[in-house]
């Protein structure tokens, strides 16, 4: 789970798994629940009024609910608040519309929001999930520095930044629409200058590029860890141009989060995407139904498998599984698997996307990423033959294979081992004679 939902989700899965244990819903069994799950959110900063209707509604339909028996009272409920999170969180996930050639995307925010390093994420995403070719345009001309880091995010990502000094932001985003045009860019993205809704000047210069570039969308970038003014701030900005929605970044931080169950149902702006980490490819679309899902421990299987198929080379996958099934994997299948792994990201955040994570203890998890570099270490020292046949490696290669990775020879033989375990699982499964301990 997103380690700013972390405290709210387990406080809200202890409660539910209370009303599992009842026969039946009833007015006195429901307040109790309904008391626990109302502090949770208040404790999460989730906005007064917001509580107070979600709790109503929840308790209002759970009494209301005529129970099947086929169905048992705990699951009903747990459906109930799924559905109302989910509703709270805006119901339907909202695309970016993406009309246009080019399409025409503005950034917009305070100082301080992040909106820089968010415009190169998003430049990223779209040119990942749907192959296109995006244009970051520096219209940041105040800030010290602004444009040299977005031309540096842009060398980054390999992808071309539009400048020209500090001159008009208005005139700059003009002139970087004729150039996309002329060079068959699909993508405008604008960075603008941080500022506060209440400076009429710079929000007026706003308004000017609005009206001379038509942005599809107009994105707010707010940093999750401003708590209830993120509130007043988008309503802020929303009074003076069409914010189509929001970006809220910083998702990752150690907070209460309670800003992102309040932003739709406060606002009416949708959250469209939400920054999970500090690198460039830390940016996630926004699903409110696969969100409500992971604050309850139901995991997010959508996400690993869309994380899954980004970043894992389908040919090379089937390749290894052939392998597996034959009963031929080896240590070179092993080393391609490893590479394949670390393009989905820290293994710890796959963890918390699958059912139960944290019922099983996985939210805390913290995995040595040195771990897996040393791993990959001993095998890329031994040789492509040593790697095909892990058999023929005796004393004599281990103490050379130790040597070449800098490591001990008891490292060596506890990958060594470790893989023979993972050969002698495969098989297991392969006869259908794998035990589970459950």
Do not use: W
Request: hydrophobic share 40%.
């Amino acid at each position: 789970m997103i380690k700013m939902f972390e405290s709210l989700g387990d406080r809200l899965q202890n409660a539910l798994h209370k009303m599992k244990g009842y026969g039946k819903i009833t007015e006195e069994n429901i307040s109790d629940m309904m008391r626990e799950i109302r502090l949770a959110l208040l404790e999460a900063d989730v906005n007064y009024q917001v509580v107070k209707e979600f709790t109503n509604t929840v308790k209002e339909k759970a009494l209301g609910e005529e129970v099947q028996k086929s169905i048992k009272p705990g699951d009903l409920f747990v459906k109930i608040v799924q559905d109302e999170l989910t509703e709270l969180l805006g119901g339907e996930s909202e695309p970016l519309n993406l009309e246009g050639k080019p399409a025409c995307l503005m950034l917009v925010g305070l100082q301080g929001s992040g909106k820089t390093t968010t415009i190169g994420k998003l430049a990223n995403f779209l040119r990942k999930k749907h192959s296109k070719k995006p244009l970051l345009v520096a219209c940041d001309v105040y800030r010290p520095a602004a444009i040299d880091q977005l031309k540096q995010i842009g060398k980054q990502l390999g992808i071309e930044v539009y400048e020209e000094g500090k001159k008009d932001p208005v005139e700059i985003a003009d002139h970087a629409l004729a150039y996309a045009k002329e060079n068959h860019f699909d993508y405008v993205l604008i960075d603008t200058a941080g500022r506060l809704h209440i400076d009429e000047e710079l929000m007026e210069e706003l308004q000017n590029i609005n009206e001379f570039c038509h942005p599809k969308e107009v994105l707010l970038v707010i940093d999750a860890m401003m708590g209830q003014d993120a509130i007043n701030v988008i309503q802020g900005f929303n009074d003076k141009l069409p914010l189509t929605g929001v970006i809220l970044t910083k998702l990752d931080g150690d907070t209460r989060g309670g800003v992102a169950l309040s932003v739709r149902h406060l606002t009416h702006v949708p959250i469209k995407f939400i920054g999970v980490s500090e690198k460039l490819d830390g940016l996630d679309s926004f699903d409110p139904k696969r969100m409500a899902g992971r604050i309850l421990g139901m995991g997010d299987i959508v996400s690993l498998v869309e994380k899954a198929t980004e970043a894992i080379d389908e040919k090379e996958a089937e390749k290894t599984a052939k392998r597996m099934q034959a009963g031929k994997f080896d240590l070179e299948d092993f080393l391609s698997t490893m590479k394949q792994m670390k393009k989905l990201g820290p293994i710890e955040n796959l963890l918390k996307l699958l059912p139960g994570a944290s019922k099983m203890g996985l939210n805390n998890i913290q995995i040595d990423p040195k771990l897996m570099a040393r791993t990959e270490a001993i095998v890329l020292s031994m040789t492509p033959q040593e790697r095909r046949h892990p058999e023929i490696i005796k004393a004599s290669r281990k103490t050379r294979i130790a040597k070449g990775c800098g490591l001990s020879v008891a490292e060596v033989n506890k990958l060594l081992n470790q893989f023979d375990q993972m050969k002698v699982m495969m098989k297991q499964m392969q006869n259908g004679k794998m035990k589970f301990p459950f």
